[in-house]
């Protein structure tokens, strides 16, 4: 049984550009949740996908979008991106509001 | 707001016990969790204790949990040199969104 997978592994983008970062979720999950971490910081909740609908925003400006398609896989989007936005993407998932289950992360460097 | 703090760095010998501690301020947490994150990896999650319980054993993991203070804690017995990673005290918010504190490095050393 896969776990939550996520792709690409590495992305590296210049400012003002835009990128897509996605996620499948663990077999049997319906419940996506996107979190930022940046060095040497602990993961900061972006958002949470369930029935392709965002339920829950943690404190990300608009430029940061997401979506969760009908298979309960998810994207990441953002917009504009800033020298900030380097960081650890990470996803996971869970069963409803179960226990959170982690993907390898996406490694963005914006340069 | 919500809020997690633990302390940053651990050192301890093979063999030793080693405990990290973690203090949240939700006082509405239904769960807590321990993850573990090693260099460049994603989070493994590590056990978690339900916010009615004192304590969970889970092999050679130990979690207590002092609600009155908020104060959780987690203790690994006869720890390895595998052991050494980033771990991270997570208290649940609303539809188990996850907060997170900055992370505890433990070192193992001979």
């Known amino acids: 049984d896969a776990g939550v997978t996520q792709s690409p592994t590495h992305l590296i983008k210049t400012r003002g550009q835009q990128v897509t970062l996605r996620c499948s979720p663990k077999?049997?999950?319906?419940?996506v949740s996107w979190y930022q971490q940046a060095l040497g910081q602990g993961p900061q909740f972006i958002f949470q996908y369930y029935e392709e609908e965002e339920r829950q925003r943690g404190n990300f400006p608009d430029r940061f979008s997401g979506h969760q398609f009908p298979n309960y896989s998810s994207e990441l989007n953002v917009n504009a991106l800033l020298l900030g936005d380097s960081a650890l993407y990470l996803c996971?998932?869970?069963?409803?509001?179960?226990?959170?289950?982690f993907g390898p992360g996406t490694r963005l460097t914006v340069l | 707001g919500e809020d997690v703090e633990q302390s940053l760095f651990l050192s301890v010998r093979e063999g030793d016990s080693s405990v990290i501690n973690c203090t949240y301020t939700d006082s509405s947490s239904t769960y807590l969790y321990w993850y573990k994150q090693e260099p460049g990896a994603g989070l493994q999650l590590l056990t978690y204790?339900?916010?009615?319980?004192d304590m969970k054993q889970d092999q050679r993991l130990t979690v207590l949990l002092n609600k009155k203070d908020k104060h959780l804690s987690l203790r690994i017995a006869d720890t390895q040199t595998g052991d050494s990673a980033i771990y991270f005290c997570?208290?649940?918010?609303?539809?188990?969104?996850?907060?997170f504190g900055a992370g505890t490095r433990l070192a193992v050393h001979p």
């Open positions: 077999s049997g999950h319906d419940t």
């Open positions: 996971a998932s869970s069963s409803a509001a179960d226990t959170q289950y």
């Open positions: 997570a208290d649940s918010g609303g539809y188990n969104k996850l907060i």
């Open positions: 204790i339900f916010s009615n319980m």
